[in-house]
């Protein structure tokens, strides 16, 4: 069964050092989304990412968020200088079509800032 | 505002009995709801989903119910098994269906 792949498994960061999380959407994929889930805490929308723009995003992905898809195969979301806060697990997901049907999560990224 | 709630943190069952897992939601207009399952180091994973104009949608051992008069999500697993311990995440959208809101979890401990 195809998987969203994202990499490293787990990051850890110093405070103010700039982050890239990685992730391979599944390949026949347009549609592709970050989310977080900080510790013990509901998973939160980040970004949703369609034709290579931004088509919608939350009030937690400020300036310091950035995402990419900087080739045919990987999707990046960039921190640039990270906080103690920004501490979570990211999730990687991608869909083909424009809603909730096969919309497939990857298995995250934990980061770590310390 | 939206806002998307459960009403237990946790929920131990035993094996082979029923399982119910509840959802609050304060968004009339959400289109469709999800129900995830979050087993540990994993992404939520998609298990079912129904529309607002329906009440009820039934797949493999599992059942939501929906009910608009009092807002309120259900999920229903029936003989319930080890391997359905997990965080269950109800989550709603709308709008374009870009984004999914989640829920808070509830913890599902399977006993054997």
């Known amino acids: 069964e195809p998987e969203v792949t994202q990499t490293p498994s787990h990051q850890v960061t110093q405070m103010g050092q700039e982050v890239i999380l990685r992730c391979v959407p599944i390949s026949n994929h347009l549609y592709f989304y970050w989310y977080r889930q900080i510790l013990g805490q509901k998973v939160e929308f980040l970004v949703s990412f369609y034709n290579n723009e931004i088509s919608e995003k939350s009030e937690i992905f400020d300036d310091q968020f950035s995402v990419e898809r900087p080739d045919g195969s990987n999707f990046t979301l960039k921190i640039r200088s990270t906080k103690l806060e920004d501490s979570a697990m990211y999730f990687c997901a991608s869909s083909e079509w424009q809603g909730v049907y096969g919309y497939t999560f990857g298995s995250g990224t934990r980061l770590t800032v310390v | 505002g939206e806002s998307v709630g459960l009403h237990l943190p946790t929920l131990s069952v035993q094996e082979g009995d029923n399982s119910i897992i509840n959802c609050a939601y304060s968004?009339?207009?959400?289109?469709?709801f999800i129900w995830y399952k979050q087993e540990s180091g994993k992404g939520p994973q998609f298990i079912i989903d129904i529309r607002s104009n329906m009440d009820k949608r039934q797949g493999q051992r599992v059942t939501v119910l929906l009910n608009k008069t009092v807002k309120h999500l259900s999920l229903q697993i029936a003989a319930t098994q080890p391997g359905d311990s997990a965080v269950y995440f109800c989550a709603e959208t709308s709008q374009g269906y870009q984004k999914v809101t989640f829920g808070t979890g509830t913890k599902l401990q399977v006993i054997p």
């Open positions: 968004n009339s207009a959400s289109d469709y």
